[in-house]
Structures are given as structure tokens and as C-alpha cells.
């Protein structure tokens, strides 16, 4: 992968964030024992990553990366350092730790692995860098208080547009420049996203259709989702629905806020929405796997789950999220979803603050019409009474 190939490169031919590596590289350059932690804050693809190694690489240190999410308990933790904390010197071998991704710690839920972190971070022995994609988790806010946080931002897209054009010349590929224009506008500040999607286009030139980066014409997003629910000829609803004037993530989007904002009856609703939630991980995986090339199997996959649903002519357009009328209440109420914390990631592996906002409103929106399938199925997760207690109350309300 391109990513790869172009992420071991020197120090000073990294795009964006200039004082934010500058600061870094300063840290690392001058560290002393005892000197506390860098916290690493900053969206993926932005070169937090990439800045740590290639200044370890030039500054002469030997990095260990452990990915926190992947270590939770002290004993891995221990067993994966080895003797690096007491022999940093061994050899005349300069050694540090990256810690990526400590948002990918919660709570209880690590055994051991928040605390031996906060430990380290006491008297470091050596040089001990995290990096974090949300600056607002908790464990994340915990941690930067042992730290020194430097902010990393996305990328202008100005500059992901010459760094393109940069590689496209070294890899010996002629892409036009309203190409890379648009692949860096769909980046958003991301790099490995540009250089992933720029590798995709390169190597299988129809993805360019698939990805809607030229398009002679485009459908709106309403036209596309009513086509999608009422025409039967599969066919021409994948020709209309791929011509839709959205991307992948957008499309799941409103398809949920539609079926939601639609009269289904209760059978026809559960099929609708379990449709969307495998469209939605296929979506999800995507993005987080990086597979652009993929995205050209998205549309029909999303045509063929759809249309076989048979729902009729009854959908009712919406691209707006639902006015819960809970959503400050839970906030307010937190208490209750601390107790279920350690559940609720274990079960959907999202945090508690996106549980609250987008899962809870739903389980609550079925109760009113289900309340004995959502009861049954809370206690089948392994939820206690508290949260059936509390859909309850908010059902009745």
C-alpha cells in the first residue's frame, strides 16, 4: 500500500502541522529522564504517527509501539515493554514507547491497563509518546493530565493536492489535476485517506465512476431514496441510486433518519432498520479499513438488501436526524450509563456519550411499541435492571 510505502519517509517531507512536529521533534531531541509524557492529540491520517517515527528515526531512537486498545491489562502491558524501562541505554541503543490510540481504553473495562499507563507516566524512564484521535475522551482527558499535549489538525487541502501530485509523479502515473482535486476535497484533512483513494483510482480506473468524482450527471438524494423503496426493476434502481448526490456514510444516513420518519408496521420496521445496520458495518468497515477500491460493491449491495425488503411506496423522505426530545435528559443522567459502561462496549464498542445520543433513542422509540421484545432483549445482552428501569420511565414520560 501506498500509505506504507510513502509513511517511511524524512522527517522534513512530512505535509501539515509544521509546529506541531516542530514541537515534538524538540521534545524528543532534548529528553531528559523524568521528563514528562507528549500527548499526541489530533483526527487519523494528519501524520501523528509518522512524525514519531520518522524523528525517532532520525534522532537514533529504537520505538516499541504498543496499541493501548490492544493491551488492556498490566500484565500484557509488562510483558510486552520487557526490560525497555530499565535498559534504555543497553548497547548505546536509545529506546522509547508509543502508546497509539489510548482512546481505545475504558475504564474498568482495561484491568489494569489505564492504571500501569499512569504509572509510567509518573517518572518516565524513557522518552513515552501517546497518540489519541479524540481529545474529548475520558480516559484520553485523564491521561493529558500526566502529558504534554501538542494538537495535531487536519491537513488544507491545498497541500494534499501538491503532495498528490508529488507522488502520482514518482510512482510515473498521469492523473488529471481535477482528479486529485476532488480526491483532496473527499480526503477532508486526512492524508492516508487521499493516498489510499489515489492508489484505488490509479490501479482500477472505474472505481473514478464508483466514487462519483466525475459524473456527467447526478441524481438528488431524494429522488434516489424514493426510487430505491418504490421502483421494481433492480436494475434501474442501481443505475439511479449510483447516481445519488451523496457518499457512502451520508446515504446510510438517510436512509435511517427516512425509515425511522416512515409508518412501518412493526415487522416491516425491524426488517428496514437490520438492513441498514449491515449497510451501515459495511460502510463502517470501509472507512476504517481504508478499502476504497470496495466502495465500488457499496451501491448494490445497498440496492439488493433494500429491494428485496418488498416495503412498498410508503417511505417518508427525511435527511434529519430525530428531535429526541431525551437527549438533554440523558445527558443529565449520565449516572445511570456509567453503571452500564463497561456493557455497553463490550456489546456495541462505542462509548457511552454516542450510546446515549444514537442507540438509547431507539431502544426507547421500539419500548413504546415493543416494550416486552426490548425487555427480553436487554436482559439476553446481559443488562441489568437499572437500564430497562430507566427505558421504562422515559417511555412513560
Not at 15 to 38: F, H
Not at 217 to 234: C, G, H, N, V
Not at 286 to 295: P, S
Amino acid at each position: 500500500m501506498w500509505t506504507e510505502k510513502y509513511r517511511d519517509i524524512k522527517f522534513n517531507k512530512i505535509i501539515g502541522n509544521e509546529n506541531a512536529r516542530r514541537t515534538l521533534y524538540q521534545w524528543m531531541k532534548n529528553w531528559k529522564k523524568g521528563n514528562k509524557a507528549v500527548l499526541l492529540v489530533g483526527p487519523p491520517g494528519v501524520g501523528k504517527n509518522t512524525s514519531v517515527y520518522a524523528a525517532a528515526k532520525e534522532l537514533g531512537y529504537f520505538l516499541i509501539e504498543l496499541n493501548a486498545s490492544d493491551f488492556r491489562t498490566k500484565e500484557a502491558l509488562t510483558r510486552k515493554l520487557g526490560n525497555t524501562l530499565s535498559s534504555s541505554d543497553l548497547f548505546d541503543e536509545k529506546r522509547m514507547v508509543l502508546f497509539d490510540e489510548v482512546d481505545g481504553i475504558y475504564g474498568r473495562n482495561d484491568y489494569g491497563g489505564t492504571e500501569y499507563i499512569n504509572e509510567l507516566l509518573e517518572k518516565p524512564t524513557v522518552p513515552i509518546i501517546l497518540t489519541a484521535n479524540d481529545g474529548t475522551n475520558e480516559s484520553v482527558i485523564k491521561l493529558s493530565r500526566r502529558a504534554n499535549v501538542i494538537c495535531f489538525r487536519k491537513v488544507p487541502i491545498k497541500i494534499i493536492l501538491i503532495y498528490l501530485e508529488h507522488i502520482s509523479e514518482l510512482e510515473k502515473k498521469k492523473v488529471h489535476r481535477k482528479i486529485l482535486g476532488e480526491i483532496s476535497k473527499k480526503s477532508r484533512g486526512d492524508v492516508r485517506s487521499a493516498i489510499n483513494l489515489l492508489q484505488s483510482i490509479v490501479e482500477i480506473p472505474n472505481v473514478i465512476k464508483q466514487l462519483k468524482i466525475i459524473k456527467d450527471t447526478t441524481i438528488s438524494k431524494q429522488d434516489a431514496i424514493l426510487t430505491l423503496f418504490s421502483e421494481r426493476d433492480e436494475d434501474k434502481i442501481y443505475e439511479i441510486f449510483s447516481k445519488m448526490d451523496s457518499n457512502a456514510r451520508e446515504k446510510v444516513q438517510i436512509l435511517f433518519y427516512s425509515i425511522l420518519a416512515s409508518d412501518f408496521e412493526g415487522e416491516q420496521r425491524r426488517r428496514a432498520l437490520k438492513a441498514v445496520s449491515e449497510i451501515a458495518f459495511y460502510e463502517k468497515r470501509l472507512e476504517n479499513t481504508q478499502e476504497w477500491r470496495m466502495l465500488r460493491w457499496f451501491d448494490r449491495t445497498v440496492v439488493e438488501k433494500i429491494h428485496c425488503l418488498d416495503l412498498g411506496q410508503r417511505l417518508r423522505y427525511s435527511e434529519e436526524e430525530p428531535l429526541w426530545d431525551l437527549k438533554l435528559k440523558y445527558w443529565t443522567e449520565l449516572r445511570v450509563f456509567r453503571m452500564i459502561k463497561e456493557r455497553v462496549f463490550q456489546k456495541y464498542h462505542v462509548g457511552v456519550g454516542e450510546f446515549a445520543l444514537f442507540y438509547l433513542p431507539l431502544l426507547v422509540s421500539l419500548a413504546r411499541k415493543e416494550k416486552q421484545n426490548v425487555a427480553n432483549y436487554l436482559r439476553y445482552a446481559g443488562f441489568d435492571d437499572s437500564l430497562s428501569a430507566f427505558i421504562e420511565k422515559k417511555v412513560k414520560s
